[in-house]
């Protein structure tokens, strides 16, 4: 087998060691629409170095001079560092593949050509012309001995083993293994396999061949069990696991590199085995890979989706803030990621409310809380996600007037169009008795209509005099921040509103206003022993 890229990252040297054998630039890039040319499968391969997988299969080297070269100047750069993985190339059982997959690898330290056959009896019928299964037998055989005769690592592969007859299949990997193979795989081609019937059959082919040959295992996902056949398979004896970054691959893909490695790590105490993967270098890897195929990476997707570390749900919160064991079972930095997300939404407690806030630097006393947090729970009815610049804005609109609003909004609607003059019915409560007034007025703009409703609403003439309006947040759900300057007699006051609703910020911004107007109002009364 190959040798190690990376020393065991586990600790524990007396578990075996199960190689990861990374196909995402061979199979991987047969997924429909990923075309990698020459420097991104390097790129990417440099990237599996760091990563610290065993084996790279960098393509199908007869298929194309483009895949050619690329396997080529893998083998001569990756396949050469120190500590150099293995570097593989597919050749199907023949003269021409195998000589050229053989010249493909050449430069490596450790090169293994990587021979396959179909073997299935709807393979054998519909795609290679009804051969026997001696012809099969006889092809398998001889393929290996070619192969071997270029380099000392030779992988065999019967291609549909999992709906090969099983008599058959093992008659083909036995043959296999006396020519010469050092590693047999067996594909689930078409993630046709159940878990305890797969495992079944690895461990008996290890029991076959086991003490001449490493057992290998390449799972497609076609029904959504690639890691958990593969788990099985290495619980029975496979020492190797075929794999590609983000589970991409033909159909449905395959097993995936990142699930497979952190069950293994997570699980040692089930299924007794380890890898020499560099775990932190997964997330970097998932990225690289999804930036050079144009796959993105699903958000719900396990180890490296971007929700993989994030709780939104005010309970979960709660228990990942006083102990991340409650709900996560991984570390976020053992995968590269910086740390457990708290996402604040809809769903989310006053408790991660209030540590974000004091994350962003604010101190807020229990009033200043209760204000800010009202507000939260109402943006995030309109917004999936809460980002910090909102809970900033939040914080600037409500503890910035934290001294007692006399009246607040409570609830406002805007109705108009092209043919029609802008309406706007405002509800003002006053927050003294609880009262409300509900007021509707006409205006020459949504804005002009709402802030003419709370005039009338508060009995307060105020006259806008100054109006500006910007983006707080980004993105087509962002914060709008309103400030006004307003006349009240001879007062002349500043106000401040957000809203992901531009007329709303805006009557917030004039009510803010208004009620400023009524406190200088208040200070001056007193200051004078009149009554205001």
């Known amino acids: 087998m190959s040798s190690p890229a990376n020393p065991d990252h586990d600790g524990d040297r007396a578990m075996p060691h199960v190689a990861i054998f990374d196909t995402t630039l061979r199979d991987g890039e047969q997924a429909p629409g990923i075309s990698l040319d020459r420097k991104e499968k390097v790129e990417i391969a440099e990237q599996l170095a760091r990563l610290g997988v065993d084996v790279i299969e960098g393509g199908f080297p007869i ?35 195998i000589a050229r997959a053989a010249e493909a690898v050449a430069p490596a330290h450790h090169p293994r050509i990587h021979v396959f056959l179909s073997t299935s009896e709807i393979h054998r019928t519909a795609m290679l012309h009804d051969a026997s299964e001696d012809e099969i037998v006889n092809q398998a055989v001889e393929g290996v001995r070619q192969a071997r005769g270029y380099v000392d690592d030779v992988e065999f592969s019967p291609q549909d083993a999992t709906r090969t007859e099983h008599d058959f ?21 078409v993630g046709y396999a159940i878990p305890h019937d797969f495992g079944a059959l690895i461990g008996e082919i290890v029991g076959r061949v086991g003490d001449r040959a490493d057992v290998s295992v390449h799972c497609h996902d076609d029904l959504g069990l690639a890691v958990a056949n593969s788990l099985e398979a290495v619980r029975n004896g496979a020492r190797q696991v075929e794999v590609a970054v983000n589970g991409i691959g033909e159909r449905a893909g395959n097993c995936a590199l990142e699930e497979i490695v952190m069950a293994l790590r997570t699980r040692q105490d089930l299924v007794g085995a380890t890898t020499r993967v560099a775990t932190p270098e997964i997330m ?93 729970k109402e943006l995030a009815d309109r917004k999936v996600e809460i980002s910090d610049a909102d809970l900033e804005a939040i914080v600037a609109d409500e503890v910035a007037t934290a001294e007692a609003e006399l009246y607040e909004i409570a609830g406002i609607e805007v109705a108009g169009g092209t043919d029609e003059q802008p309406r706007a019915t405002v509800r003002v409560r006053r927050t003294d008795d609880g009262s409300e007034v509900t007021q509707s007025e006409v205006g020459d703009g949504m804005v002009d209509a709402a802030c003419a409703a709370i005039r009338r609403a508060t009995g307060i003439d105020g006259r806008l005099t100054s109006f500006n309006v910007s983006a707080v947040t980004s993105g087509i759900d962002a914060l709008g921040g309103v400030t006004v300057q307003v006349e009240v007699g001879d007062q002349r006051v500043t106000g401040r509103g957000v809203s992901t609703d531009i007329v709303e910020a805006s009557a917030r911004a004039f009510l803010n206003a208004l009620n400023k107007s009524t406190r200088v109002t208040g200070r001056r009364a007193a200051a004078t022993g009149a009554t205001p």
Do not use: W
């Not at 299949?169 to 081609?189: F, Q």
């Open 63 to 97: 298929t194309s001079e483009g895949d050619f070269e690329a396997v080529r100047e893998i083998a001569a750069g990756v396949g050469t560092a120190e500590g150099a993985p293995t570097v593989a190339a597919l050749a199907r059982c023949s003269a021409g593949d």
């Open 284 to 376: 970097r890897t998932a990225r690289m890979v999804s930036d050079l195929t144009g796959y993105p990476i699903q958000y719900n997707k396990a180890v490296v989706g971007r929700n993989a570390f994030a709780h939104e749900s005010g309970i979960h919160q709660h228990g990942v803030l006083a102990d991340r064991l409650t709900y996560e079972i991984m570390r976020p930095e053992d995968v590269g990621v910086a740390g457990s997300q708290i996402v604040l939404g809809k769903h989310s407690g006053r408790h991660a409310f209030v540590l974000e806030l004091e994350r962003l630097g604010y101190d807020l006393d229990e009033a200043e809380v209760k204000r800010a947090f009202l507000r939260f």
């Open 169 to 189: 299949l093992l008659r083909v990997v036995e043959a296999a293994v006396d020519a010469g193979a050092t590693v047999v795989n067996i594909p689930d081609t």
